[in-house]
């Protein structure tokens, strides 16, 4: 069962355009990291988030955790063809409670393609 | 620091095969995770450690085995490989849970015919 789903699944846009990633879940996390991933290479950590409604920004990249702590976003504003690659969340699901023994649910990805 | 590398890169066996893939970290990490990527499926959590000497099964643990007998390397092997286990193979570590950041291995391509 895949906990949680992104969307969307791909994304074309040319260079300069803003986009939204958004990534849904129906349970509770303890944080939530985004993930950039490039072809033939592991996934790099962008951001983690902790707090319900924290906002971190990251150059041009906003990332919002939401207040009940179910979902997340990920907003690039004016997208370069650097900016390309598949971007994952993945959120920590508390264990007795106890963030030492969480492990990360990764979500489906999202494929960005930025166009020059 | 070379940070996580994983061996090899790519690998093709036959079905009923067996392998070993090799994940080493210079980090001194104490948690060291495995996870295959499918197409449109994420990563999925195959089996993970938390110190030497330690193994704990994750979301998708069936048909692999796994062993942490010396902090730095976790062993993932397969005894009898089938085409479902057609995958690109990640190792990650960390510096315990969760909130802290994993640090990816290159991956290996493992393809079974």
């Known amino acids: 069962t895949q906990l949680l789903e992104q969307s969307p699944q791909f994304l074309s846009i040319q260079e300069g355009e803003n986009l939204t990633v958004y990534c849904n879940s129906s349970s509770v996390f303890s944080s939530l990291q985004w993930y950039r991933q490039e072809p033939g290479e592991g996934p790099v950590l962008l951001v983690t988030?902790?707090?319900?409604?924290e906002v971190k920004k990251l150059k041009r990249l906003t990332f919002q955790f939401g207040d009940a702590r179910k979902d997340s976003s990920l907003h690039i504003t004016a997208a370069q063809p650097g900016d390309t690659g598949l971007y994952l969340c993945?959120?920590?699901?508390?264990?007795?409670?106890?963030?030492?023994?969480?492990?990360?649910?990764f979500g489906t990805g999202t494929r960005l393609q930025v166009f020059p | 620091n070379a940070g996580v590398t994983q061996t090899p890169k790519f690998r093709v066996l036959k079905t009923g095969q067996s392998m070993t893939l090799l994940c080493a970290q210079d980090m001194n990490h104490e948690y060291m995770y495995w996870y295959r990527q499918d197409p449109g499926m994420g990563l999925r959590l195959i089996h993970y450690?938390?110190?030497?000497?330690?193994?704990a099964k994750g979301e998708v643990p069936d048909g692999y085995n796994v062993s942490r007998l010396k902090k730095q390397n976790f062993l993932l092997g397969l005894e009898s490989a089938a085409p479902s286990q057609t995958s690109v193979y990640f190792c990650?570590?960390?510096?315990?849970?969760?909130?802290?950041?994993?640090?990816f291995g290159p991956g290996t391509r493992l393809t079974v015919t």
């Open positions: 450690s938390v110190g030497e000497g330690t193994t």
């Open positions: 990650a570590s960390s510096y315990t849970g969760t909130d802290y950041e994993q640090y």
């Open positions: 988030v902790v707090t319900g409604g």
């Open positions: 993945a959120g920590a699901r508390s264990e007795s409670g106890f963030h030492n023994t969480d492990k990360l649910i």
